[in-house]
């Protein structure tokens, strides 16, 4: 109990200092809004089972959303804040994680330099490297196979930096129980907890390395274990070339004790033309609880219709072959059969 106060009163002190050092001029700088929003409408086709969706794939083709989102940023100062919404949801008064899921991100926060700013609100937390990587940025149509294990978005506050002694960064974070989170059973806000820690370094844009750890309380019962996991990630680019990996390791998965899972994944890409992107991506997940492995091999070619704005307006075309225990897989997450996916995605 002692370590808990301890962080929330080192947060809470972080929080006071950011609001006092705010200079007098704020209140009369211009207020900037910047207005955003996105639509990934995607046709599925195979037998595989996406079990990170609501619905497992079908023998025939279906379609579908992934993410219909508009939102705004604001700035004013040093101050700031963002509001997301994605109607892709089918309950819009289902709550999770203290906010309706309709809302994915509503923050607010203050910078008082690159080492350190602070914001409270619902945002990701910051375990995941290619999870903290935006929806309309992805190098695969979906999120993969590590997506069930992070800790996912919660109400929280979260101190960072950036850009210290020429590329470092940090993101400490304390939260509600992060319910959202696939690998998370449960858990009450004012009797449980979570947080999460990551530090990072970029050498400009060419190399990122991160390494992150969290924890979700979840103690709904006399057997149910605090979910934990670590993550380690980097990426590598150059001259059009693109090179990824990233390692997650989940224990306690849905407060299971002992039902522990890894999942790794190495990605290459390559800028064939303005127009044109090639990937390849290799998943490995194993369950031990169930001492299970499934392997999901991403295919894909992405065209950028508009080079200039490559996100604005995209395809996205994966061929997904599923290896390992397809019929016995017992972790959570993943492709047990091979699966079509195509995307179209138009952003602003």
């Known amino acids: 109990m002692k370590?808990?106060?301890?962080?929330?009163?080192?947060?809470?002190?972080?929080?006071?200092?950011?609001?006092?050092s705010m200079p007098l001029k704020?209140?009369?700088?211009?207020?900037?809004?910047?207005?955003?929003?996105y639509s990934q409408i995607t046709v599925e086709g195979g037998k595989g089972t996406d079990t990170n969706a609501d619905n497992g794939l079908q023998t025939d083709p279906k379609i579908g959303a992934d993410r219909v989102r508009i939102g705004y940023k604001v700035k004013l100062g040093d101050a700031f804040g963002k509001l997301q919404?994605?109607?892709?949801?089918?309950?819009?008064?289902?709550?999770?994680?203290?906010?309706p899921d309709i809302i994915k991100d509503?923050?607010?926060?203050?910078?008082?330099?690159?080492?350190?700013?602070?914001?409270?609100?619902?945002?990701k937390t910051p375990v995941g490297m290619d999870f903290n990587t935006s929806g309309k940025k992805?190098?695969?149509?979906?999120?993969?196979?590590?997506?069930?294990?992070?800790?996912?978005?919660?109400?929280?506050?979260?101190?960072?930096?950036?850009?210290?002694?020429?590329?470092?960064?940090y993101d400490i974070g304390y939260f509600n129980p992060t319910t959202r989170s696939g690998a998370v059973s449960g858990g009450t806000a004012g009797d449980d907890k979570a947080y999460a820690v990551r530090g990072m370094y970029d050498m400009g844009s060419a190399l990122h390395v991160e390494a992150?750890?969290?924890?979700?309380?979840?103690?709904?019962?006399?057997?149910?274990?605090?979910?934990?996991?670590?993550?380690?990630?980097?990426?590598?680019?150059?001259?059009?070339?693109?090179?990824?990996?990233?390692?997650?390791?989940?224990?306690?998965?849905?407060?299971?004790d002992?039902?522990?899972?890894?999942?790794?994944?190495?990605?290459?890409g390559y800028q064939l033309n303005p127009m044109y992107e090639a990937v390849v991506r290799y998943y490995?997940?194993?369950?031990?609880?169930?001492?299970?492995s499934l392997g999901n091999t991403f295919i894909g070619l992405n065209i950028f219709l508009n080079p200039a704005k490559k996100y604005n307006s995209r395809i996205q075309l994966n061929y997904v072959l599923a290896s390992g225990d397809t019929d016995t897989w017992g972790g959570i997450g993943g492709y047990t059969d091979d699966a079509f996916l195509a995307q179209y995605q138009v952003a602003f």
């Open 3 to 20: 370590k808990y106060l301890a962080f929330m009163g080192f947060m809470i002190m972080a929080v006071s200092v950011a609001l006092l």
């Open 212 to 256: 992150s750890y969290g924890k979700s309380e979840q103690a709904n019962g006399i057997d149910t274990e605090d979910y934990t996991v670590f993550d380690v990630a980097a990426s590598y680019k150059v001259e059009g070339a693109t090179v990824k990996a990233e390692y997650i390791s989940g224990k306690n998965v849905l407060g299971v």
């Open 106 to 123: 509503a923050e607010v926060g203050y910078k008082v330099n690159n080492a350190a700013s602070v914001k409270v609100g619902i945002f």
């Open 138 to 169: 992805l190098d695969i149509t979906k999120r993969g196979m590590e997506k069930a294990l992070v800790l996912e978005r919660s109400l929280g506050i979260m101190a960072s930096g950036r850009n210290i002694a020429g590329g470092f960064g």
């Open 85 to 99: 919404v994605d109607f892709n949801r089918k309950d819009i008064s289902k709550i999770t994680a203290g906010m």
């Open 258 to 268: 002992g039902r522990d899972q890894t999942v790794w994944y190495l990605h290459a």
């Open 284 to 292: 490995q997940g194993d369950d031990d609880l169930s001492d299970t």
């Open 26 to 37: 704020a209140a009369a700088a211009d207020l900037q809004v910047k207005w955003f929003g």
